[in-house]
């Protein structure tokens, strides 16, 4: 059983930047891919981004694709997400997700474990 517990979010303005962290215990932290995905009041939890067990492969929703950027430290059990040219669109609450597959599922009941999520506001 992993656990994911998100911390970095906050308000902020927009064009500005912000950190998002996830820390995982309970599981062999590098034998699971690793994500992001985030949900706007109103709508349904979407995609942001996903990283590979190893760290050598990312990919982008298009929406954040050039402002955002994944990484994550085997070692420490975290992976990150950096924010910058934020927007009001990118309020939401924003949530780990990790999986055993090779690759982070898209779909949201084949993802295995969640984090409870961090609140990212952007203020115009």
């Known amino acids: 059983q992993v656990q994911l517990v998100e911390s970095g979010g906050g308000l902020v303005q927009a064009g500005g930047s912000l950190r998002l962290s996830c820390a995982a215990s309970?599981?062999?932290?590098?034998?699971?891919?690793m994500g992001w995905f985030r949900q706007a009041p109103g709508k349904e939890r979407e995609f942001v981004a996903r990283i590979n067990r190893s760290g050598s492969s990312t990919l982008y929703a298009d929406s954040v694709k050039g402002r955002f950027t994944i990484s994550r430290d085997n070692a420490k059990n975290t992976i990150s997400l950096q924010m910058s040219s934020l927007t009001t669109e990118d309020t939401a609450v924003y949530y780990c997700?990790?999986?055993?597959?090779?690759?982070?599922?898209?779909?949201?009941?084949?993802?295995?474990?969640w984090g409870q999520g961090t609140q990212v506001t952007v203020s115009s």
């Open positions: 997700a990790a999986d055993g597959a090779i690759v982070l599922p898209r779909t949201l009941s084949d993802i295995d474990y």
């Open positions: 309970g599981g062999s932290f590098s034998s699971y891919s």
